[in-house]
């Protein structure tokens, strides 16, 4: 048991170093604290999102209330590629991105479950160009923040459930401004570099309601609560003259000065979700969950944007599963999970007057895969965000997401060995 332990503790922290590294191609990644990410497992993302519905075999990394339902430990992990086609007034443009999405672990524990583990909470990830009649500029930025999580659940009741999620957000943000001369009258070019390391803790707390009604029909229902809290930032600075390659692109410094700029603390923005949902055990789910989230009070980090502002998010999520026959032995296809699902939401980013809203589809199965109900799960998801209005930038994106939640039993008393 120990051995196990440790081995799981070894893998999340190798993986904190994955994260570092994970960004996104989007050009609104550049505000705040970049793109936001999507917080919970495959299950979940194939059906828009949704985190309704718990049950005894998979994580629920969205309500820690729903954690007093496992019944196996829990290991999952989950990764996602990313292809996003992006469009303005000007022209288009192709980008993608690989990243390793979550690696979390569920213990359940009688009336008790617990689960601890690491996802990317933002991402920031860009790569653009301003043409102007003297100067051009290049616009480059990468990095994000990071949480470690600990949760831990309790049933109150055989119906009732409740759980508490602490966050330990971590991560280093970079942006990049290179100026260069348009029509080569300048040899040299000037570089300003804004670094950013974020830090802070913050918790969640969730409710989560299950009845049945009669053997074939179950209602679910789901609250959480995220409170505002705060998040510092050491703010680094620097200015320099740099002579950048024609050939190559490449950048020599030739001279760079340190700007001093203060160290920031900002509100991290509160959040609720409330959801309810309906079905039959083991066999079908349909659910409806809303989000908002008050990022009106929400600022950059070190440097103000005239143009952008910042007003309360939301998101609309609709999704479920079916199950031919969970029991179907030697019926390997009636077994699958197939999941769908669709979301809306408002990102809360206003940049030029217009609202920045994403909308996405999802699909995809749950295969199993060995013993104890260990499955994977593929799925994808069609989608877009931006306009193309008031000079913006309009994705629209393809992702495609893998899981693998594997189950066991710990804690188990052996009475042969």
């Known amino acids: ?18 994260f570092a590294q994970e960004g996104t191609t989007s050009p609104y990644s550049f505000y705040g604290i970049g793109s936001l990410k999507f917080k919970g497992t495959a299950e979940n993302r194939m059906m828009g999102g949704m985190s309704v519905y718990s049950d005894s075999i998979h994580l629920n990394m969205q309500n820690p209330a ?55 909470y933002t991402s920031v990830g860009y790569n653009l160009t301003s043409e102007g009649e003297l100067f051009n500029t290049l616009y480059t930025g990468d990095g994000g923040l990071n949480r470690a999580f600990l949760s831990l659940a309790y049933a109150i009741t055989d119906d009732l459930s409740v759980g508490v999620e602490t966050n330990y ?86 001279f760079r000065e340190e700007v001093a700029v203060g160290d920031t603390d900002f509100d991290f923005p509160s959040q609720v979700t ?36 910042f007003k309360d998010a939301s998101k609309m999520k609709l999704g479920g599963f079916y199950i031919p026959n969970y029991n179907g032995i030697g019926k390997y296809w009636q077994r699958v999970v197939y999941r769908a699902g669709m979301r809306f939401e408002g990102t809360g980013l206003v940049v030029n007057g217009e609202n920045i809203n994403e909308f996405g589809t999802s699909f995809g199965v749950g295969l199993p895969a060995g013993k104890l109900f260990t499955n994977i799960n593929v799925g994808v998801e069609f989608g877009s965000r931006g306009t193309t209005k008031s000079g913006l930038i309009k994705e629209n994106f393809f992702n495609t997401f893998l899981s693998l939640s594997l189950n066991d039993r710990w804690f188990e008393k052996r009475y042969y060995d």
């Open 1 to 18: 048991m120990l051995k196990k332990i440790v081995v799981t503790v070894f893998v999340c922290v190798i993986g904190a170093t994955t």
């Open 169 to 254: 957000n971590f991560g280093e943000i970079n942006n990049t401004a290179l100026i260069t001369s348009a029509n080569d009258e300048f040899e040299y070019a000037t570089r300003e570099r804004n670094e950013s390391d974020l830090s802070g803790l913050n918790y969640t707390l969730g409710l989560a309601y299950q009845k049945l009604l009669n053997k074939n029909l179950q209602i679910m229902g789901s609250l959480t609560y995220t409170p505002a809290t705060n998040l510092s930032s050491q703010n680094f600075r620097e200015i320099a003259s740099v002579f950048v390659s024609p050939t190559t692109g490449a950048t020599g410094i030739l």
């Open 274 to 309: 409330v959801g309810g949902g309906i079905g039959a055990p083991k066999n079908w789910f349909i659910g409806l969950e809303f989000t908002n989230q008050k990022t009106s009070n929400f600022t950059n980090r070190t440097f103000i944007i005239d143009n952008v502002t």
């Open 66 to 120: 729903g954690l007093a339902r496992l019944q196996l430990t829990n290991f999952a992990i989950g990764a996602s590629h990313k292809y996003s086609k992006q469009k303005s007034n000007e022209g288009e443009a192709q980008a993608s991105t690989t990243s390793l999405d979550y690696i979390a672990i569920g213990i359940p524990m009688g009336k008790f479950g617990a689960s601890f583990g690491l996802i990317p």
